[in-house]
């Protein structure tokens, strides 16, 4: 049973553009939501985080919008980077500190 | 220095074989996790280790083995390889922090995977 549901499965984008991934959860028991960025070869590594008594965080050209009622969190890149390609996995967390991943989007920026 | 070490990188063994990859962390962290990524990049976890005692055990086959000496080492140790067990194995540490209320920094460090090749 996939705990978290993540869309497009592959992403293209061109230089400068908005990138835009989505994730569903259905577990209200969850309370923190990073999203872990991959490059091929290596391990995933934290991009940015929200815990859903917010419902949005920017760290530079990225965004975490969270929907608490929806049950939903997506992750906007803007002026998405060449550099920005790369695998973005969603994920959710609950105080027992079992991480479940969404399936993964694979972005890839244009130069 | 590298925060979460595991090694080998690669491993390339035939079907029936007994292998074994270990995993270190210099991070301080109490919980030590095993992550499977399959070839569709879908990433599960298989374990989790919170001061060397087990706290999850999903749904995995019992040739796999994790071994904890102290909470700074996982190993995975794998019995009778199967074809199926081809993947890349990730191993990652992290805090546990009791409780409502308190801050905590939950952040997951990965290491930098093992692929593993069953042939």
């Known amino acids: 049973q996939q705990q978290v549901k993540q869309s497009p499965q592959s992403l293209i984008v061109q230089k400068g553009g908005i990138s835009i991934i989505n994730c569903a959860y259905e577990?209200?028991?969850?309370?923190?939501f990073p999203w872990y960025q991959q490059f091929p070869g290596k391990g995933p590594a934290l991009l940015i985080a929200?815990?859903?008594?917010?419902s949005e965080k920017k760290e530079g050209r990225f965004t975490i919008s969270f929907n608490k009622s929806a049950k939903q969190f997506s992750l906007h890149i803007m002026d998405s980077q060449p550099g920005d390609s790369a695998t973005y996995f969603c994920a959710a967390q609950t105080g027992a500190n079992n991480l479940f991943f969404g399936t993964g989007t694979r972005l890839t920026v244009i130069p | 220095d590298t925060a979460v070490s595991q090694t080998p990188k690669y491993l390339v063994t035939q079907m029936g074989n007994d292998k074994s990859i270990k995993c270190e962390q210099n991070l301080g962290h109490d919980t030590m996790y095993w992550y499977k990524q399959d070839s569709k990049k879908f990433l599960k976890i298989m374990f989790s280790y919170n001061n060397k005692e087990l706290i999850i055990n999903e749904t995995v086959p019992n040739r796999f083995s994790p071994k904890s000496p102290d909470k700074a080492h996982l190993n995975l140790h794998i019995n009778s390889l199967e074809l199926g067990d081809s993947a890349v194995y990730f191993c990652?540490?992290?805090?546990?922090?009791?409780?409502?209320?308190?801050?905590?920094?939950?952040?997951?460090?990965f290491g930098q995977g093992t692929r593993l090749t069953v042939v």
């Open positions: 929200i815990r859903p008594d917010v």
């Open positions: 990652a540490s992290s805090f546990q922090f009791p409780g409502v209320g308190w801050e905590r920094n939950t952040e997951a460090f």
């Open positions: 577990n209200t028991a969850f309370d923190y």
